[in-house]
């Protein structure tokens, strides 16, 4: 008797009945490859692809140069496991309370933690608002390390001012590190703050991403910003002492989905 006869049916056949929770890493694995490998061991490949890369964000991470390196993952296996991730991206942002988010600063936060799944490199975001701090859009202004001489005022003040903008917020992740702002981080703030002053948009937060770490890098650093009488004028026509009601001050917040 072969006892792998009929192993990919009885395999996603406790899938059917159990879901995902109760497999694996490897059996997960080799479930998502039998639909770009029909006559292979994938169970085999699915050691090797975690043997190589960790774990499975790691091989969802993997360039797909560097996943066709392991023996037996081509062309379709490779773009399958790296459409994984930006597939789950869009799962959790359309699940998304996109009405309410805007809210509150942990609303916001949630929703880029989302924007940023399976991101491998830095990423800019612009959401812009309306008056009554509801999304009219979330747009990708930049890819690439974030620092004044790159995400130049241009990017925020071109779709602000086209979308009639009143309100805007910028996010960037920090792929491999911590959801801490760097000196260039406020620097770059300061100067794009300053910038959309100049068409009265204020500019209401700017959220550092890692994982599901977020932090609201202005009401964070706010000691450091927005000291002179002028900037706290502008900002009086926005209700910040609301959006930041659930900021706890004792922690970077963690989003858990």
Known sequence: MNPHKDHRGRVKTRFHSEGLDS???HNALELLLFYAIPQKDTNELAHALLDKFGNIAGVFNAEISELMKVDGIGEH????LKLMPQMARR???ECGDTEGQAQTADGLGKMFVNKFVGETNEVVYLTMLDNSMRIIETVRIFDGSVNSAHVTPRMLLEPCV???AAIAVIAHNHPMG???PSGEDIYTTRNLET???TVGIPLLEHYI???NHY?????RTKGMMRQNPDAEAFYAGVDTSSFYSNIDDSDIPKYER
């Open 23 to 25: 497999f694996a890493e």
């Open 77 to 80: 296996a490779a773009t399958l």
């Open 91 to 93: 799962y959790f942002l």
């Open 162 to 164: 086209i979308r009639k």
């Open 178 to 180: 911590l959801a801490i």
């Open 195 to 197: 910038a959309l002053q």
């Open 209 to 211: 991403i890692a994982g």
């Open 215 to 219: 932090t609201p890098l202005m009401y």
